[in-house]
T-cell receptor, first 112, second 112 residues
């Protein structure tokens, strides 16, 4: 059973471009969480999704950020018009029943 | 708002010594996690503590949970260089989301 997969592992964008981060949960997991880790800090919750539903987006910035988890395919975290402050590691985690979360390898976003 | 505080933030210790990392949190929770993170890597789950008085041990690491005091400890026995990493505690706030609130992290450097 493959673990949580994220791609790309590294992403470089210039200011103003869009960043799309993908997360494929573990097989059988229908709950997905996104966390952001700024340099030298802990992880901060962004959003919690189940298939086709956003359950809790209390950690998402109000503008430029969106997330989805469609019926088919991976979960996508989308950042529009990136700024330097968006540079961070973005981790996805999945769980089968909203209990223990299993983390992916992360996507490291660098905004030039 | 739930706060999770770890101390110390940085710990330099010699091989063979013992030490304890503390994790305090500000609201009730019945589930606490400890993770290890190596530089540039994802999170490795170390322990899941589910109830008051829970104690778990794996190798040189032992974790405990006191839900009444809202305190968890990660004890390191006879440290070795391979334990050098950043350690995070994370509290599950339960409810409808089970999202995790992470501590600030403790950077452990074990010197030969």
């Amino acid at each position: 059973n493959a673990g949580v997969m994220q791609n790309p592992r590294h992403l470089v964008r210039r200011r103003g471009q869009e960043a799309r981060l993908r997360c494929s949960p573990m097989k059988g997991h229908s709950h997905v969480y996104w966390y952001r880790q700024l340099p030298e800090e802990g992880l901060k919750f962004m959003v919690y999704l189940q298939k086709e539903n956003i359950i809790d987006e209390s950690g998402m910035p109000k503008e430029r950020f969106s997330a989805e988890f469609p019926k088919e395919g991976p979960s996508i975290l989308r950042i529009q018009q990136v700024v330097r402050g968006d540079s961070a590691a973005y981790f996805c985690a999945s769980s089968p029943l909203g209990t223990e979360e299993f983390f992916g390898p992360g996507t490291r976003l660098t905004v030039l | 708002e739930l706060k999770v505080e770890q101390n110390p933030l940085f710990l330099s210790m010699q091989e063979g010594k013992n030490y304890t990392i503390y994790c305090n949190y500000s609201t009730t929770s019945d589930r606490l996690y400890w993770y290890r993170q190596d530089p540039g890597k994802s999170l490795e789950s170390l322990f899941v503590l589910l109830s008051n008085g829970a104690v778990k041990q794996e190798g040189r690491l032992m974790a405990s949970l006191d839900t009444k005091a809202r305190l968890s400890t990660l004890h390191i026995t006879a440290a070795v260089h391979d334990l050098s990493a950043t350690y995070f505690c994370a509290v599950d706030i339960g409810g409808a989301t089970n999202k995790l609130i992470f501590g600030t992290g403790t950077l452990l450097a074990v010197q030969p």
